[in-house]
């Protein structure tokens, strides 16, 4: 094994402790939620562990780096990402009030969604670059691997945290859509969440 399992130890309660405090993939699993229901908003959040699993392979690689040294790379994700984000919130709004009877969003399509709004998260590059090598040790070697593991225990981590938090957001969304005044700002909430998200990463500086 290439990583010590003592610093594999020590990182499992740093890598909770992160996944646990709110941030933009928990907000998009919460929207998701409220807009279409648990079983889509765990797909977001499977998309959303896909995207950060790949970050850290491409931290690992050395890519990361390179876009983050980068100023017209990392405003090219940035500003792909506030697109799409405000295109969900603009289809939030476009679909009207929320139908509790109505079938679920595709599993495929919200796994879609959780992985690009991740990958086009600049933010996310910087932190993978800011907090995984803490944990990784070049006189082991193989340090891409060391990359993947700590990767996948983040990755791990975010699905289940996030994935609880839009199941719960599901459930609620659910129950509420069967008032027809709820149902209406339902839809609204979950356009809100995105498009704060979407202003939250335009105003992010490199910092």
């Not at 765990?42 to 390179?66: D, E, K, R, T």
Request: aromatic share 10%; proline share 6%; with cysteine.
């Amino acid at each position: 094994m290439s990583v010590d399992p003592i610093v594999l130890l020590a990182f499992v309660p740093a890598a909770l402790a992160l996944n646990l405090t709110p941030g933009a993939d928990m907000m998009f699993c919460l929207g998701q939620g409220l807009r279409s229901g648990a079983r889509p908003a765990v797909a977001a959040s499977a998309g959303i562990s896909v995207g950060a699993f790949v970050h850290a392979a491409l931290a690992g690689l050395g890519l990361s780096a390179l876009i983050a040294a980068l100023p017209w790379a990392f405003d090219v994700i940035r500003w792909i990402g506030v697109a799409y984000l405000l295109f969900l919130a603009w289809q939030s709004l476009r679909q009207g009030p929320l139908d509790a009877t109505a079938a679920p969003a595709p599993a495929l399509r919200a796994f879609k969604e959780g992985l690009l709004v991740n990958l086009t998260n600049p933010k996310v590059i910087l932190f993978v670059l800011a907090f995984v090598p803490q944990f990784v040790d070049p006189a082991r070697g193989a340090v891409l691997m060391q990359f993947l593991i700590f990767g996948a225990v983040l990755a791990l981590g975010g699905f289940i945290v996030n994935g609880l938090v839009g199941v719960f957001a599901g459930g609620i969304g659910r129950r509420l859509t069967q008032s027809p005044g709820f149902a209406r700002w339902l839809g609204r909430v979950s356009a809100g969440i995105f498009a704060g998200l979407a202003l939250r990463l335009a105003l992010l500086e490199r910092g």
